[in-house]
T-cell receptor, first 114, second 115 residues
Framework: GAGVSQSPRYKVAKRGQDVALRCDPISGHVSLFWYQQALGQGPEFLTYFQNEAQLDKSGLPSDRFFAERPEGSVSTLKIQRTQQEDSAVYLC????????????FGQGTRLTVV | QQQVKQSPQSLIVQKGGISIINCAYENTAFDYFPWYQQFPGKGPALLIAIRPDVSEKKEGRFTISFNKSAKQFSLHIMDSQPGDSATYFCAASSLRGGGADGLTFGKGTHLIIQP
């Protein structure tokens, strides 16, 4: 497809379970961002990759959150020992250039921790 | 600290009217100001963006007005249509800093255009 693809679209996890969220950016896009969007709020920055390098992870809320982009294309956001406060939509965005102007967002993964 | 403040939280406009959404920022390092439109169940989609070297940018029915001294910018939607009903987010980032810390978003405005 031509857009940013995220999977799964919906994920229900029991508290304490580990989850992995996948992002397929637009082919050739250098920049990749992960955001967390709570219900009724704007997206909040989690982490940024330029190709395979994770240049900023200052937005990750705790050491339970881990992201990787080993080959500079597909990225995975992993959350260990999920908590109820992790429930949110996780959005991935990619951009052709470093720095992320004209970032295109995927539809997101809605994570519900029960 | 909320670095981008957006208002109003919700807005109802009659079809054909002008919708105006305002944002104010605090970080003087910000130099890229996009607006995103989000429909329920979808990711945000880029509408229009501005850099601080211009005071206004127009694309079709959408116009951004930018006031650098006041650290404010706004989105105007002319001839608003029911299909414009969505949530709108302003955002800001620092491209001089490499943009690595991503976009800082406002809390969003829920816009309803009444037929």
């Amino acid at each position: 497809g031509a857009g940013v693809s995220q999977s799964p679209r919906y994920k229900v996890a029991k508290r304490g379970q580990d989850v992995a969220l996948r992002c397929d950016p637009i082919s050739g896009h250098v920049s990749l961002f992960w955001y967390q969007q709570a219900l009724g709020q704007g997206p909040e920055f989690l982490t940024y990759f330029q190709n395979e390098a994770q240049l900023d992870k200052s937005g990750l809320p705790s050491d339970r959150f881990f992201a990787e982009r080993p080959e500079g294309s597909v990225s995975t956001l992993k959350i260990q020992r999920t908590q109820q406060e992790d429930s949110a939509v996780y959005l991935c965005a990619s951009s052709l250039v470093p720095g992320g102007t004209e970032a295109f967002f995927g539809q997101g993964t809605r994570l519900t921790v029960v | 600290q909320q670095q981008v403040k957006q208002s109003p939280q919700s807005l109802i406009v009659q079809k054909g009217g002008i919708s105006i959404i305002n944002c104010a920022y605090e970080n003087t390092a910000f130099d890229y100001f996009p607006w995103y439109q989000q429909f329920p169940g979808k990711g945000p989609a880029l509408l229009i963006a501005i850099r601080p070297d211009v005071s206004e940018k127009k694309e079709g029915r959408f116009t951004i007005s930018f006031n650098k001294s006041a650290k404010q910018f706004s989105l105007h939607i002319m001839d608003s249509q029911p299909g414009d009903s969505a949530t709108y987010f302003c955002a800001a980032s620092s491209l001089r800093g490499g943009g690595a810390d991503g976009l800082t978003f406002g809390k969003g405005t829920h816009l309803i255009i009444q037929p």
